[in-house]
């Protein structure tokens, strides 16, 4: 089994920046073969939708609206997954989910983000 933590959700201006932490633990079996990481948003009332993923390799793939703004990195060793996310807008405030693609998915439990206007 793993473990997903997010971190470093918060309440922050309209313009501001924020950056996400998404650490793992757990079976170290498991960790391995963890491939695609990423992060995913739901803000009320609407579907969960895919902000940006990363995989092993480095291959990133965005969200339209957060390309140019957002930036996804990660540290294989560590198996930690970033989010700095830039010029915030209102639209962006929702919950997000660290999640992990492998053998198995896995997600986190959610860190809030709200942008006030």
């Known amino acids: 089994q793993v473990q997903l933590v997010e971190s470093g959700g918060g309440l922050v201006q309209a313009g501001g920046s924020l950056r996400l932490t998404c650490t793992t633990s757990?079976?170290?079996?498991?960790?391995?073969?963890?491939?695609?990481m990423g992060w995913y948003r739901q803000a009320p009332g609407k579907q969960r939708e895919l902000v940006a993923t990363i995989a092993s390799g480095g291959t990133t793939n965005y969200a339209d609206s957060v390309k140019g703004r957002f930036t996804i990195s990660r540290d294989n060793a560590k198996k930690t997954v970033y989010l700095q996310m830039n010029s915030l807008k209102s639209e962006d405030t929702a919950v997000y989910y660290c999640n992990a693609d492998g053998p198995r998915v896995y997600w986190g439990q959610g860190t809030q983000v709200t942008v006030s206007s």
């Open positions: 757990g079976n170290i079996i498991s960790i391995i073969a963890i491939n695609t």
